[in-house]
């Protein structure tokens, strides 16, 4: 009986792992520039089980950097074969993504994370910051949602992997 137990721990905890940290070492693929001086400030993780849950991820980048993607001509996330996307889009916030907006911000597991989406919401109506997404199934119903705010202000790039 225990070695189910401990078994069942493990495999929980690797599925746990697996859901975290959606860029944690991909960040400056996500933004088109190469770095090694963006570092994570806070993370938030809740776990819901068959592939749903929630990542909250915020970073830290330099003056430099945030420059260096304003910039770029070309504001492109990553290509990815199994989502749709979104690229790099000036705020405020477009209406006709009002379903993905609600998908990634309107999620309470804490204070601190209230907190910071409810700072998320505001920076999206500020114009001059950028947002990017990558969706699917569908724009107007999506089930799964990887969304990136950079705060061009306070140097700051936010990432939520949203899954229900």
Sequence with gaps: MKKILFLGIIILGLLFRCQRAILRGDIHKVIGINSSKISLEESYDVFAGFGEGYTFEKYKLSKDEV??????????????????????????????????????????????????????????????????????????????????????????????????
Excluded: C
């Design 67 to 164: 420059q260096k993607f304003i910039r770029k001509q070309q504001k492109l996330l990553p290509n990815n074969a199994k989502w749709k996307q979104l690229n790099w889009t000036l705020t405020p916030i477009d209406t006709s993504y009002s379903e993905i907006e609600v998908m990634v911000l309107n999620f309470t597991s804490s204070k601190n994370l209230s907190r910071e989406l409810e700072k998320m919401s505001m920076i999206l109506k500020q114009p001059g910051n950028y947002y990017s997404f990558y969706y699917w199934p569908d724009i107007n119903d999506p089930r799964k949602v990887q969304f990136f705010l950079l705060d061009v202000h306070e140097n700051r790039i936010y990432a939520i992997d949203a899954r229900y």
